[in-house]
């Protein structure tokens, strides 16, 4: 506190017409009333900053309501990806399962193929054998 606020002047000063039945007039202080002035002053300020703090607050809960709904669509879709993406995988390796099957399939006609190929070398190799005996006779 300063010097002036702990020997405060008086509040008011009473003013008398000196007639005992009339009624006395309070006068304030100048300096009381620039000071409760100034402190409603203040009040205003700061009633107007509590405003604006509360409606940015609103502003902000808004936001968080609006981003914790996306993130939640977001965790939704990445759930939904994720299952996509484990059935994908399923159906990739029963195809994958299916094609192996498939070649190996392939692989025995192959081998079938060039044994009855062989086979068939041989005897075509025994009838021309057969068959230049044949001429030679």
């Known amino acids: 506190m300063t010097e002036s606020q702990t020997s405060s002047p008086p509040i008011a000063t009473v003013h008398s ?26 009040i205003d300020e700061q009633a107007a900053i509590i405003e604006t703090l509360n409606e940015q607050l609103a502003h902000y809960k808004n936001e968080l309501r609006v981003h914790m709904d996306l993130v939640a669509a977001l965790k939704s879709s990445l759930s939904n990806s994720e299952e996509n993406l484990r059935t994908a995988k399923m159906q990739a390796d029963t195809l994958n399962e299916s094609i192996e099957a498939q070649e190996r399939r392939l692989d025995e006609e192959r081998r079938g193929k060039e044994r009855v190929r062989q086979q068939l070398d041989v005897r075509m190799a025994e009838l021309q054998k057969r068959k230049s005996k044949f001429a030679c006779l």
Request: glycine share 8%.
């Open 17 to 42: 017409s000196g007639n005992a039945h009339a009624p006395a007039v309070v006068v304030p202080d100048a300096g009381l009333v620039a000071q409760v002035v100034q402190q409603a002053q203040q």
